[in-house]
């Protein structure tokens, strides 16, 4: 029963809203220091225009009001990568992996499930704040780490190292991990737009073959993409695309 660990994204697109979900302690303090911030700190803190800050400062505003509404996270982020996990026209069976396999790392809500109710809101780990004295990452570790210990099944990470890192190192080596090449003209190249769109297309496909192993996810085909078993390893898979 293998579990998959995804990002957040930046790009949101509002979808059909849901009740909303109380706020863990760790995330309220995070709101607490977020809505102290003017829209001059928040556009040092986010490496943003004012006018930019301005809004993000309306929706912490309008978070910490219990104002703002609340959509399930895997429709509400609308990144590259989401945009090509399927999302919409779900048998029973995609939903059920969706809901109950796949999970989202936030520096905000912390570890969530797909479907998990939140709000619109700017936050990555990359925010310069610190609560209770402690960086963003090492405010979550304790957090991120349980999940882990807690999950005595394989996970597999479609992490950027920026999410990777919040895990202690020892932690940080059980994660299973996937890379995605084109071979041009028999050189390997990647970059974040082939692995931000590849990721979105393996987890569909995942959902759709209801993969239950690590050796399933080895037998997938998608989007052009197969696994090379030459270039992958005991806890990296690494699926090639022939541009």
Same mark, same amino acid.
């Given at each position: 029963?293998?579990?998959?660990?995804?990002?957040?994204?930046?790009?949101?697109?509002?979808?059909?809203?849901?009740?909303?979900?109380?706020?863990?302690?760790?995330?309220?303090?995070?709101?607490?220091?977020?809505?102290?911030?003017?829209?001059?700190?928040?556009?040092?803190?986010?490496?943003?225009?004012?006018?930019?800050?301005?809004?993000?400062?309306?929706?912490?505003?309008?978070?910490?009001?219990?104002?703002?509404?609340?959509?399930?996270?895997?429709?509400?982020?609308?990144?590259?990568?989401?945009?090509?996990?399927?999302?919409?026209?779900?048998?029973?069976?995609?939903?059920?992996?969706?809901?109950?396999?796949?999970?989202?790392?936030?520096?905000?809500?912390?570890?969530?499930?797909?479907?998990?109710?939140?709000?619109?809101?700017?936050?990555?780990?990359?925010?310069?704040?610190?609560?209770?004295?402690?960086?963003?990452?090492?405010?979550?570790?304790?957090?991120?780490?349980?999940? $882990?210990?807690?999950?005595?099944?394989?996970?597999?990470?479609? =992490? !950027? &190292?920026?999410? %990777?890192? #919040? +895990?202690?190192?020892?932690?940080?080596?059980?994660?299973?991990?996937?890379?995605?090449?084109?071979?041009?003209?028999?050189?390997?190249?990647?970059?974040?737009?082939?692995?931000?769109?590849?990721?979105?297309?393996?987890?569909?496909?995942?959902?759709?073959?209801?993969?239950?192993?690590?050796?399933?996810?080895?037998? $997938?085909?998608?989007?052009?993409?197969?696994?090379?078993?030459? =270039? !992958? &390893?005991?806890? %990296?898979? #690494? +699926?090639?695309?022939?541009?």
């Amino acid at each position: 029963m293998i579990r998959f660990l995804i990002p957040t994204a930046k790009e949101m697109k509002a979808s059909k809203e849901v009740p909303s979900q109380k706020l863990s302690e760790k995330s309220a303090a995070i709101l607490t220091e977020m809505a102290k911030l003017s829209p001059d700190e928040l556009s040092i803190a986010y490496k943003i225009k004012p006018e930019q800050a301005e809004k993000e400062k309306q929706r912490w505003g309008a978070i910490l009001s219990g104002e703002a509404k609340s959509y399930p996270a895997v429709e509400l982020f609308n990144g590259l990568m989401y945009r090509h996990i399927k999302r919409s026209d779900l048998s029973t069976c995609e939903k059920d992996f969706l809901g109950q396999r796949v999970f989202i790392t936030s520096s905000f809500y912390g570890i969530i499930p797909a479907f998990y109710p939140i709000q619109e809101h700017r936050h990555d780990f990359h925010t310069k704040i610190k609560v209770d004295g402690q960086s963003l990452k090492n405010y979550w570790r304790a957090e991120y780490d349980q999940f $882990l210990e807690e999950n005595q099944v394989p996970v597999i990470s479609l =992490l !950027s &190292s920026e999410f %990777e890192d #919040v +895990f202690s190192p020892t932690l940080r080596k059980q994660l299973f991990t996937v890379s995605f090449m084109e071979d041009r003209n028999g050189v390997l190249k990647t970059h974040s737009t082939i692995s931000k769109k590849a990721r979105g297309a393996f987890l569909t496909a995942v959902m759709e073959e209801n993969c239950q192993t690590i050796n399933d996810l080895r037998k $997938l085909s998608f989007d052009e993409f197969n696994y090379r078993e030459d =270039l !992958s &390893s005991n806890n %990296e898979l #690494v +699926f090639v695309k022939i541009a």
